[in-house]
């Protein structure tokens, strides 16, 4: 589950802003020039849409909904949906940029996007998200499919959700066609190793990074914010490598055990009773507080700009592993850089999500499926030339990992569009 803990002025930067002031940053590194950033800097397109939706009581709610493309050089573009009442453009399209980062950090022939609609999907019916999802896949469906533009879950959606669009999808065009999203249950042409691949790529990360400042991950203390899908996966594979798991949480708070705490009994009490809080051998704390506890790893998998200037000097972590998007503001990122700690960014860290579904992307074009060990060894291959890829760039340009893994991507995508040129 998403913990949004950010706050908000109405002088401080959008989601965008700060993606743009990244993507500056690390094209400075690089060298870009002034005509390549015009280009990257922008969403080549952005689609909103206003849409009703009939809701079990008879009544008629209306929800705006938006899908952005920010680059489709290196093949089609690939994104989550999320389903969130903070959801708005701004963050839509700053997404859609670290998505284009992203499979291009690991390789992938893909472009990036992104998706959401601003909704509380907590307090609707199965009925009526069912109802939202079609009708917005109805919205959209002139720019998705399988050589175009491939949506995935992301917060507050799931495989039932791309069932449904890969469904409304499919009934438009009279035939199945399972390769317009991935994330889909396995039944309907979904990838072994696909729910746990977000969390299994960051613990694959932070095990390469281990050895590069001296730490030990089998005897090492983890902090995990946000236990939901990549944060409770990422807790359970780094306890069973026997690190010790000091505290997680997800939106409605913290618990924190110094000794260590059983994740299979964590995980099991927060799905008896909706969350981890008040788990007996834990004492409770904020999610203020756990980002604040003393740790050799910390993963935030929760929201965006969570880590922020106001907080980075408190850290007490010597690597962080972003397992969501956005956590970390350039402010902080600044801060973390010159108190020593390194940050394996979201670009690099959650990857294993996005590559483990262009396995699935592959495999429906196929009509040919892998093992689980089949997924997770190709995964663990792609993490890990990832990985070094953008440490040997940081240790070139002398600069952190999150600038490093921005300035191999972008360098990546601006030779995809020198080499196509422009269509006049």
Known sequence: MAVDTRTHTAHEQTLFDVAVEQFNIASDVIGLDDDMRRILSVC??????????????????????????????????????????????????????????????????????????TCN???????????????????????????RDIPAPDVNTNPQVMAWIMDTYSMHHGYSIPGVVTGKPLILGGSEGRSEATGRGTVFTIQEAA??????????????????????????????LGSKIVGVSDSTGGIQNPNGLDIPAV?????????????????N?????????????LIPAALEEVITGENAGRLRTKLIAEAANGPTTPEADRILFDRGIVVAPDILANAGGVTVSYFEWVQALQAFPWTEVEVNERLHRIMTRAFNAVYETSQRYNVHMRTAALALAIQRVADFTRVRGIYP
């Open 267 to 283: 995980i099991a009490h927060k799905a008896k009773t909706g969350s981890v809080v008040g788990y007996p051998e834990a004492e």
């Open 211 to 240: 050895p590069k400042i001296g730490l030990d991950v089998t005897t090492s203390t983890c902090v995990v914010q946000g236990f939901g899908n990549a944060g409770s996966v990422a807790a359970r594979l780094m306890w069973e």
């Open 44 to 117: 080549k397109r952005q689609f909103t849409v206003n849409f009703p939706v009939e809701m079990d009581d008879g009544s008629v709610q209306v929800f705006t909904g938006h899908r952005v493309h920010h680059n489709s050089g290196p093949g089609p573009t690939k994104g989550g949906i999320r389903y969130h009442p903070d959801v708005t453009v701004e963050e839509v399209k700053a997404l859609a940029m670290w998505m284009t980062w992203k499979c291009a950090v690991v390789g992938l022939p893909y472009g990036g996007a992104k998706g959401g609609v």
């Open 121 to 147: 999907p907590k307090l609707m019916s199965q009925n009526e998200l069912q109802n939202l999802t079609r009708r917005f896949t109805s919205e959209i469906s002139g720019i998705i499919g399988p050589n």
């Open 285 to 297: 704390c904020t999610n203020e507080q756990l980002l604040e506890l003393e740790c050799d790893v």
